[in-house]
């Protein structure tokens, strides 16, 4: 799996004269963005996590991109004005841990490229293309088995013509270091070295060969001057516009509270090679996506996240019948479907248990709770964060603190809530957490996972294993012991897992927080101006879900509501409370604002030909 990608982003473009002189080449806008940003976003999508951008000439600008993109980091070649792009390589170079994506700064390019190179057997490989006809084409020469040998700008000076160099290279760790001491040997008389000169050096050299990986009509466009500004605006950007929309996915939006609508890039990341789960490899992953996904809310010094194959329900269960003693008694809230569910698992278990019942629509009594804390009956307590039947979003915090004040033990299902609102499990005062892969993290239905506070994991130890499969003793100890499940594990959900932490840690939770609020304060204001009515008071609501009440017009039905939405795309789902029939719009997932605009213009035709509004 490569993880990290190096953009060499040092040098002055000196041949862009007026356009490069307060502005480094990787600003220039094609398609009204810059065209490293148009990288950047790609070599995200590309499954990249950790992406180094090498500056120089005007490193503010880089400095500020990564600033909006949390998986970029700069370092600057203070030397850049006297270096070649193998100085600003050299200075990137400690910070490389592994095989990675080598690129040039002033590249637009076909998003295929990479995945190409990603899915190489080869670990060190050159992407070249068939004729540009630019005028300004680096040749690339290799040997019959395909390894690069010569590179040169003068057509005479290479022997057989393998392709173009593009300017994105795949290597190997060890490859890279190779190239590093060729170029602290050369310091003195190669000066200016860039670091083409230093590939093929180790590459011809035969210690680390660099395959040639041609893609004959691959789009693609350096940009060194004014005609390569022209001709990429002109002829190739729309050529990668075309080509990229070939594989994109039709868009559904979904406004189900769950699974929710994904990013085509981690519906893609499912696309991989097969690969046992017992692979180190794999185990690596899944290691990974445990520690990101406890550092959302937690230290994972602190924090351990333990994993199963399940939906949310199945982590619930895990959470509720594998912490509470013989001996304890725990305390469940119930105001919505999901807290008469945890009641419900603690009856199949047989555990010893009481249920706090609150309205489903109006806040908790936080005093009576705390009579119920201070009765000293209960050693634990199960909650609901975001009651997802209505919107409703309990006081976690006010809760937990408090039963924590009792020394009660807190487990919490914070599955619609995990990553959609920011937390911080500890200042919380709490101490299990489950959520799953298919809601605010925004990736594939499959995993269920328990963010547990280690101290108290390690408690549970002596707990009666009630359940053979979902026990949070057994899972973790076995994962700590060999970096594997129990059993196996669902692959492919996993590698879109990865994928949508390494969305979600660009995006931010708290930038994504305020987009669902944004969709959410659009979907309010359009309901109220219909007329309609919500079953929550806007000061309780979480802004992920959104509970409407049916309007009282015989011509209404839940069914053709759906329909017409659907036929536009948008799909919703019914809420039913006893004898309050609501529909209900969630606004999470990798929705956009202006798409959750159309759907309230879809829905105000809607209201509009019942004759609501
Ligand atoms: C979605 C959800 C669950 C889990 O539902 P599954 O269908 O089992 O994935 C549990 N609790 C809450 C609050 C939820 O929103």
Not at 4 to 22: D, M
Not at 84 to 94: D, H, I, K, Q
Not at 264 to 283: N, T
Not at 384 to 412: F, Y
Request: net charge negative.
């Amino acid at each position: 799996m490569i993880r990290q990608a190096v953009i060499l982003a040092g040098g002055l473009g000196s041949r862009l004269k007026g356009r490069t002189a307060a502005m480094p080449k990787g600003f220039l806008e094609i398609g009204g963005r810059a065209i490293v940003e148009w990288s950047v976003q790609k070599l995200i999508a590309a499954g990249i996590e950790d992406i180094i951008i090498g500056t120089g000439h005007c490193s503010e600008w880089y400095d500020r991109l990564a600033e909006k993109y949390h998986v970029v980091r700069t370092v600057r070649n203070g030397r850049y004005a006297d270096t070649g792009s193998m100085g600003t390589l050299e200075v990137c170079a400690p910070l490389v841990d592994g095989d990675f994506l080598v690129l040039e700064s002033d590249l637009i390019y076909d998003a295929v490229g990479l995945g190409v190179l990603l899915n190489e057997q080869h670990r060190n490989v050159l992407l070249a293309s068939g004729a540009t006809d630019s005028g300004d084409e680096v040749y690339v020469e290799a040997d019959e088995g395909g390894i690069l040998r010569n590179l040169s700008k003068v057509r005479g000076d290479v022997g057989t013509v393998a392709g173009e160099l593009v300017g994105i290279t795949r290597l190997e760790k060890r490859t890279l270091d190779a190239m590093c001491a060729y170029a602290a040997e050369h310091h003195a008389d190669l000066p200016k070295m860039e670091y083409e000169h230093a590939m093929r050096f180790v590459s011809a050299g035969g210690a680390h060969p660099i395959y040639v990986r041609t893609v004959e009509y691959y789009a693609w466009r350096e940009i060194d001057c004014e005609e390569h500004l022209a001709m990429a605006q002109e002829r190739v950007y729309p050529r990668i516009v075309e080509n990229e929309s070939l594989l994109s996915v039709r868009r559904e939006v979904l406004l189900n509270p769950g699974p929710a609508s994904t990013s085509d890039s981690v519906k893609y990341a499912q696309v991989q090679a097969d690969i046992c789960p017992r692979e180190l490899e794999f185990g690596s992953l899944m290691e990974w996506c445990a520690r990101e996904l406890t550092a959302f809310v937690a230290p994972p010094e602190e924090y351990a996240a333990v994993m199963f194959g399940c939906s949310g329900t199945g982590v619930d269960e895990a959470m509720v019948c594998s912490v509470v003693p013989d001996s304890g008694r725990l305390l469940v809230i119930d105001n919505g479907s999901y807290g008469s569910r945890l009641a419900k698992i603690a009856a199949v278990h047989r555990l010893p248990f009481d249920v706090f019942t609150s309205s489903t629509y109006e806040p908790i009594d936080l005093a009576e709770l705390e009579k119920a804390f201070a009765s000293k009956k209960y050693t634990h307590l199960a909650c609901v964060h975001h009651e997802t039947t209505t919107g409703l979003l309990n006081p976690i915090g006010e809760i937990c603190r408090r039963a924590k004040e009792h020394g009660i033990v807190t487990i919490v299902d914070a599955v619609s809530s995990y990553c959609g609102i920011p937390m911080n499990l500890a200042e919380l005062g709490i101490d299990f957490m489950a959520s799953t892969s298919n809601k605010n993290i925004q990736g594939m239905a499959g995993i269920g996972f328990v963010i547990c506070r280690r101290t108290e994991l390690e408690k549970t130890k002596d707990v009666p294993v009630r359940n053979f499969y979902l026990n949070l003793y057994e899972q973790h100890s076995y994962f700590e012991k060999t970096k594997q499940t129990r059993f196996t594990p669902p692959v492919q959900t996993f590698y879109a897992l990865r994928q949508a932490i390494i969305e979600t840690k660009a995006e931010t939770v708290e930038r994504r927080a305020e987009r669902y609020t944004e969709c959410w304060k659009i979907l309010v204001e359009a309901v109220k101006s219909m007329g309609l009515k919500m079953l929550v008071k806007e000061e309780n609501q979480s802004h992920l879900i959104t509970a409407i009440l049916e309007p009282e017009n015989e011509a209404y039905s839940f069914e053709s509501l759906h329909d017409y939405a659907k036929e536009w795309a948008f799909t919703i789902y019914p809420g039913k409370l006893g004898n309050i029939n609501t529909f209900r719009i969630a606004n999470i997932g990798n929705i956009l604002p202006e798409e959750m605009r159309r759907f309230t213009e879809k829905l105000r035709e809607y209201m509009h030909s019942i004759g609501q509004c």
